[in-house]
């Protein structure tokens, strides 16, 4: 089973930075391909950054590219998600996601079967 739980959001001033993690208390996180995922009011949910199975591969929404950088521990089995020139923009809550399988990352919400709770990012201004 894979069981997915956020937590590093927080209050933080525009310029500053967080770093989000994801803990899975399942077997099978070294097996999956990972993605962070976000939502902000009135909004739909909309894709972040993913990476491989094995963390080779990563892959980054235009918006967050050069600033957000995903990575993974599969020996902790935790996925982080580094956030630095933070905007007001980046306002939402923050989702990890979980695909089955030996598959590669990708910035479809469709293609993942497992999510958190989500955490909540602020960015004032």
């Known amino acids: 089973q894979v069981q997915l739980v956020e937590s590093g959001g927080g209050l933080v001033q525009a310029g500053g930075s967080l770093r989000l993690s994801c803990a899975d208390s399942?077997?099978?996180?070294?097996?999956?391909?990972m993605g962070w995922f976000r939502q902000a009011p009135g909004k739909e949910r909309e894709f972040v950054a993913t990476?491989?199975?094995?963390?080779?591969?990563?892959y980054y929404a235009d918006s967050v590219k050069g600033r957000f950088t995903i990575s993974r521990d599969n020996a902790m089995n935790t996925l982080y998600l580094h956030m630095n020139s933070l905007k007001p923009e980046d306002t939402a809550v923050y989702y990890c996601?979980?695909?089955?399988?030996?598959?590669?990352?990708?910035?479809?919400?469709?293609?993942?079967?497992?999510w958190g709770q989500g955490t909540q990012v602020t960015v004032s201004s």
């Open positions: 399942g077997r099978t996180f070294s097996t999956n391909a």
């Open positions: 996601a979980a695909r089955g399988g030996y598959y590669s990352g990708s910035y479809k919400s469709d293609d993942y079967a497992y």
């Open positions: 990476i491989s199975w094995s963390g080779g591969t990563t």
